[in-house]
């Protein structure tokens, strides 16, 4: 089991900057790929960002790609999402998520674990 817990969600104007935070517990965090995934309201969840095991890969969602930077602290088993010029369509409860399965993981279905979100709103 791996228990996951999200902070650093909030309310930032458009432009703006907000480091997300996934601290980890249970398991050896390591042993898992990581990644954040969102959900807006009326719309289903989608892929943001994901990490492989090491950190040594990563991968994002055209829609974020240049804006934010996914990364991890094995040693401190967390993760984080660094997003830059954020956008009101950015807009959305974002969740840490942690998968078993080797390299980088961008689908929802094939992650094991789940946070409890953390809210992010970008006013314009």
């Known amino acids: 089991q791996v228990q996951l817990v999200e902070s650093g969600g909030g309310l930032v104007q458009a432009g703006g900057s907000l480091r997300l935070s996934c601290a980890a517990s249970?398991?050896?965090?390591?042993?898992?790929?990581m990644g954040w995934l969102r959900q807006a309201p009326g719309k289903e969840r989608e892929f943001v960002a994901a990490?492989?095991?090491?950190?040594?890969?990563?991968v994002y969602a055209d829609s974020v790609k240049g804006r934010f930077t996914i990364s991890r602290d094995n040693a401190k088993n967390t993760v984080y999402l660094q997003m830059n010029s954020l956008k009101p369509e950015d807009t959305a409860v974002y969740y840490c998520?942690?998968?078993?399965?080797?390299?980088?993981?961008?689908?929802?279905?094939?992650?094991?674990?789940w946070g409890q979100g953390t809210q992010v709103t970008v006013s314009s």
């Open positions: 249970g398991r050896t965090f390591s042993s898992y790929a």
């Open positions: 990490i492989s095991r090491s950190g040594g890969n990563s």
């Open positions: 998520a942690a998968s078993a399965r080797l390299g980088v993981v961008t689908f929802a279905y094939e992650y094991h674990y």
